[in-house]
């Protein structure tokens, strides 16, 4: 053991992970699971020393009874399987080796140490054979399109996963990034905003080892995945509602990006601007009904299905049916002070039911918190006026 920015850790980590050890705060990690009915602990499982993103369950993804759990120190992926209220661990874990190189190492641990790297993961070596074999020999553009592909071999052999999410208990989707640079500052674009980090979409199946598709920032094969499929991917279903209600995003997205076809730099521009909605934090969402875009018309400036602070507003949030525009409820959350440049900004956050019309909203300015119980009142008559 030695001691590495005040903590117990052992070298091997550092001499394993050396670009990106310096750039990650690294702690330990307790996992609980919870008997809700009975109000009991049946289980845990710690992680010490590793980099997880919980920040909106970017690092942690759930689907049924699997969890998947991102080490962005390790690049590795842990699978567990919750079995009668305790997490099971899968025998491999989704890591930079492959699980042939990883149980030689343990039959075997003088063959495989932290001097006898794999100079790229398996994953990667996966998505370049995929990348390789889509090139079509009869294409006019074939000698291009290899070009890029080494072009694009320095950029795959060193980027890392950043985010991840289970489509289903099988197929896992990974986001790659580049890796962090040493500089602080990001390269600027010409607009002289930050220029995003490089990305590429990859969905791997967990039992074969297999990379089943590959897609850029720009792609419009992805697009029309996030498109058509994103309810599906957000994972969260209600016995009473059926999946989690459309995002206004994707809600407009629908109605415009339906046809890939038209307007191709506009559809470019498009994909750059939703594809990095995934992978989707499906912990996130809210399946409550009165938050469905395709039912109600709302301000989704001010409330939305995903979980996320929005600002205040200062009048009542309006709700509105939209095939027939008649204000259906509202829902009062006014800001305590008005809004000027001055003013410390004002967030709320809402808490939903799964399918009562009851919301809890909390209200955050400064250091002061407001908590408000939103009941749907069924006498309430709203009146209509027109021009």
Same mark, same amino acid.
């Given at each position: 053991m030695c001691i590495l920015n005040g903590?117990?850790? /052992?070298?091997?980590?550092y001499e394993r992970y050396p670009d990106l050890f310096d750039k990650l705060d690294m702690f330990s990690y307790? %996992?609980?699971?919870?008997?809700?009915?009975?109000?009991?602990v049946t289980d845990e499982v710690q992680l010490p020393q590793d980099s997880i993103c919980l920040s909106h369950n970017?690092?942690?993804?759930?689907?049924?009874?699997?969890? +998947?759990?991102?080490?962005?120190?390790?690049? =590795?992926?842990?699978?567990?399987?919750?079995?009668?209220?305790?997490?099971i661990k899968?025998?491999?874990?989704?890591?930079?080796?492959?699980?042939?190189? &990883? %149980?030689? =190492?343990?039959?075997?641990? $003088? *063959?495989?140490?932290?001097n006898t790297l794999l100079p790229i993961s398996h994953i990667k070596q996966r998505v370049l054979s995929f990348l390789y074999r889509?090139?079509?020999?009869?294409?006019?553009?074939?000698?291009?399109?290899?070009?890029?592909f080494y072009k694009n071999f320095d950029f795959i052999e060193n980027m890392i996963i950043e985010k991840m999410q289970l489509v289903d208990s099988d197929l896992i989707l990974l986001r790659y990034e580049e890796r962090p640079k040493d500089s602080d500052v990001a390269p600027m674009l010409t607009t002289g905003e930050p220029q995003p980090p490089r990305r590429l979409y990859v969905f791997y199946c967990m039992t074969s080892e297999d990379v089943s598709g590959v897609y850029q920032d720009d792609s419009l094969e992805l697009l029309q995945i996030v498109v058509q499929f994103y309810n599906k991917m957000c994972n969260v279903r209600s016995l009473q509602t059926?999946?989690?209600?459309?995002? /206004?995003?994707?809600?407009?997205?629908?109605?415009?990006?339906?046809?890939?076809?038209?307007?191709? /730099?506009? *559809?470019?521009? +498009? &994909?750059?601007?939703?594809? !990095?909605?995934? !992978?989707?934090?499906?912990? $996130? %969402?809210s399946t409550s009904p009165y938050l469905n875009y395709n039912v109600f018309n709302y301000d989704d400036r001010l409330v939305s299905p995903l979980e996320r602070p929005k600002p205040c507003s200062t009048e009542p949030i309006i709700f509105?049916? #939209?095939?027939?525009?008649?204000?259906?409820? #509202?829902?009062?959350?006014? +800001?305590? #002070?008005?809004?000027? =440049?001055? +003013?410390? #900004?004002?967030?709320? =956050?809402?808490?939903?039911?799964?399918?009562?019309?009851?919301?809890?909203?909390?209200?955050?300015?400064m250091h002061v918190y407001d908590y408000k119980l939103h009941i749907y009142n069924h006498g309430t008559t709203v009146e209509q006026f027109y021009n």
């Amino acid at each position: 053991m030695c001691i590495l920015n005040g903590c117990n850790i /052992p070298i091997s980590d550092y001499e394993r992970y050396p670009d990106l050890f310096d750039k990650l705060d690294m702690f330990s990690y307790i %996992f609980f699971v919870v008997d809700l009915q009975h109000g009991i602990v049946t289980d845990e499982v710690q992680l010490p020393q590793d980099s997880i993103c919980l920040s909106h369950n970017h690092g942690i993804s759930m689907h049924s009874h699997t969890i +998947a759990i991102l080490s962005r120190l390790r690049q =590795a992926i842990y699978i567990y399987e919750l079995v009668d209220g305790r997490l099971i661990k899968h025998e491999h874990e989704i890591g930079p080796r492959p699980r042939e190189c &990883a %149980f030689q =190492a343990v039959e075997h641990p $003088s *063959m495989l140490d932290v001097n006898t790297l794999l100079p790229i993961s398996h994953i990667k070596q996966r998505v370049l054979s995929f990348l390789y074999r889509q090139i079509q020999q009869d294409d006019p553009q074939t000698g291009q399109k290899y070009i890029e592909f080494y072009k694009n071999f320095d950029f795959i052999e060193n980027m890392i996963i950043e985010k991840m999410q289970l489509v289903d208990s099988d197929l896992i989707l990974l986001r790659y990034e580049e890796r962090p640079k040493d500089s602080d500052v990001a390269p600027m674009l010409t607009t002289g905003e930050p220029q995003p980090p490089r990305r590429l979409y990859v969905f791997y199946c967990m039992t074969s080892e297999d990379v089943s598709g590959v897609y850029q920032d720009d792609s419009l094969e992805l697009l029309q995945i996030v498109v058509q499929f994103y309810n599906k991917m957000c994972n969260v279903r209600s016995l009473q509602t059926g999946d989690v209600p459309s995002l /206004p995003t994707h809600y407009f997205m629908r109605q415009n990006y339906v046809n890939p076809n038209k307007t191709i /730099p506009f *559809m470019r521009q +498009a &994909a750059l601007r939703f594809n !990095p909605s995934v !992978p989707v934090s499906t912990q $996130s %969402f809210s399946t409550s009904p009165y938050l469905n875009y395709n039912v109600f018309n709302y301000d989704d400036r001010l409330v939305s299905p995903l979980e996320r602070p929005k600002p205040c507003s200062t009048e009542p949030i309006i709700f509105r049916d #939209r095939v027939s525009n008649l204000i259906k409820y #509202r829902l009062n959350t006014k +800001a305590r #002070r008005p809004h000027n =440049a001055l +003013a410390p #900004r004002e967030l709320c =956050a809402f808490i939903c039911h799964p399918f009562e019309p009851l919301i809890i909203s909390i209200q955050k300015c400064m250091h002061v918190y407001d908590y408000k119980l939103h009941i749907y009142n069924h006498g309430t008559t709203v009146e209509q006026f027109y021009n």
